[in-house]
């Protein structure tokens, strides 16, 4: 019962942060199109991920991320690998991973 | 065993190629965040960075690819997911239709930035 509800949460989290992901490549994408549109254009962009608000979201799409890459990870070992045998550990090893990245890795980024 | 695999009608070869290509992703995504928020930052990207950057065989290449699998990756995933809630046939469809019709927009868009070739502007 708890293994479901465990793993639940880590696959509600996991397509919460792939439809953000997708959204945010879209923008990102968008952006880095305006290098074909010269100097100007594409350091506008860039002047404007330079504002307090995209560092906020820089944060989260950090956040985003490693949580969907570390996660992703646990599901190759579930499905590929023994982890099968260990469900339980993996998830809350997926948490701990993904934290202590994301804080230290945020604060890099805020600072 | 593994509760991942509730999508109704993905392809098992849609499913092997997201998590195949969720290896890469993983790898490719952490070197790009990594180089690009850490590493040089973002405050200190230009247009003549970004240009001078491209000009490696190297880096057009990782970054050709990385477009190339993410975008692959992201349209698998949003088509899992609407396969999963959209139960209704045409409306599967027409769903399925805006986001390969949007990705490859997306694509060429992306391709446009990292292949097109940029003469390096020293101002």
Avoid: C
Avoid at chain 1, 61 to 68: E, T, Y
Avoid at chain 2, 10 to 18: D, H, N, P, S
């Amino acid at each position: 019962m708890y293994k479901w509800r465990g793993g639940m949460l880590s696959w509600i989290l996991h397509r919460i942060s792939g439809i953000g992901l997708v959204i945010f490549i879209i923008v990102h994408i968008e952006g880095m199109f305006h290098i074909a549109k010269g100097p100007k254009a594409f350091n506008d962009v860039i002047a404007m991920y330079n504002t307090p608000l995209f560092k906020v979201l820089e944060i989260f799409l950090f956040a985003a991320i490693m949580f969907h890459a570390v996660n992703g990870l646990r599901v190759i070992l579930l499905d590929f690998a023994s982890g099968s045998r260990y469900p339980k550990p993996l998830i809350w090893s997926t948490y701990i991973v993904t934290g202590v990245v994301f804080l230290v890795g945020a604060y890099f980024l805020w600072t | 065993m593994s509760y991942k695999n509730a999508t109704s009608n993905a392809g098992a070869m849609g499913w092997y190629l997201q998590r195949i290509t969720g290896i890469v992703l993983f790898f490719q995504v952490l070197f790009h965040f990594g180089v690009y928020h850490f590493v040089t930052g973002v405050s200190n990207i230009s247009y003549n960075v970004a240009i001078e950057r491209l000009a490696n065989p190297w880096w057009k290449t990782f970054e050709f690819s990385f477009l190339i699998f993410a975008l692959y990756h992201g349209s698998n995933g949003i088509k899992m997911i609407i396969d999963d809630y959209i139960t209704s046939h045409g409306w599967r469809l027409a769903a399925l239709t805006v986001l390969y019709v949007g990705m490859f927009v997306v694509f060429m868009m992306g391709t446009t930035a990292i292949i097109v070739i940029h003469k390096p502007v020293v101002y």
